[in-house]
Antibody, heavy 121, light 113 residues
């Protein structure tokens, strides 16, 4: 069955870095683009970044542009999010989600369970 | 960026009764290919989001047929024909026509009266 398992969350001080991972299984990873979407405590969903199935394109939300970097390793079926210069407002549960490469809208169709990132001194 | 506006934000419903959630976009979601990329997600308490509906009215695999989506242009609706206890949660609309960014509505919390 499809599985997306995020890891790497934790408590980090403002200004520091953290790298999240998302391990995929149960489907052909290199046929899917991958998103990161976050949810601040008690709040709604906010799209963060996307990477194309082959890594050829990447897009970021304005709120993280220049600080976060999305990447993937198709040989390891793993997605990453490198988060630098973290701020308190980055505190959220971070979900990875897949989108089929032939879907023009790149809509996330399956989500992981999320990993919590807390930015606090 | 396309702004998605949902209403109501809170929806108390009696078990077995219908429920309806509205979603409006700040610009038309019709793409040049003729498709409209409006999706609905369900997030049950303590769980990750699950896609229910894609391209306005297409149910994902395993989604009960009591869920239906409709609408066009900038106005969309998610309906639950008869609310069951397992439908409690927050529902989000999301547009995939004008990206980046992919944008969500604020969410509508469905609870049982």
């Amino acid at each position: 069955q499809v599985q997306l398992v995020e890891s790497g969350g934790g408590v980090v001080q403002p200004g520091r870095s953290l790298r999240l991972s998302c391990a995929a299984s149960g489907f052909t990873f290199n046929n899917y683009g991958m998103h990161w979407v976050r949810q601040a405590p008690g709040k709604g969903l906010e799209w963060v970044a996307v990477i194309w199935y082959d890594g050829s394109n990447k897009y970021y939300a304005d709120s993280v542009k220049g600080r976060f970097t999305i990447s993937r390793d198709n040989s390891k079926n793993t997605l990453y999010l490198q988060m630098d210069s973290l701020r308190a407002e980055d505190t959220a549960v971070y979900y990875c989600a897949r989108c089929y490469y032939l879907d023009r809208s790149s809509t996330p169709d399956y989500w992981g369970q999320g990993t919590l990132v807390t930015v606090s001194s | 960026d396309v702004v998605m506006t949902q209403s109501p934000l809170s929806l108390p419903v009696t078990l077995g009764q219908p429920a309806s959630i509205s979603c409006r976009s700040s610009q038309s979601l019709v793409y040049s290919d003729g498709d409209t990329y409006l999706n609905w997600f369900q997030q049950r308490p303590g769980q990750s989001p699950r896609r229910l509906i894609y391209k306005v009215s297409n149910r994902d695999s395993g989604v009960p047929d009591r869920f239906s989506g409709s609408g066009s242009g900038t106005d969309f609706t998610l309906k639950i024909s008869r609310v069951e206890a397992e439908d409690v949660g927050v529902y989000y609309c999301m547009q995939g026509t004008h990206w980046p960014p992919w944008t969500f509505g604020q969410g509508t919390k469905v609870e049982i009266k």
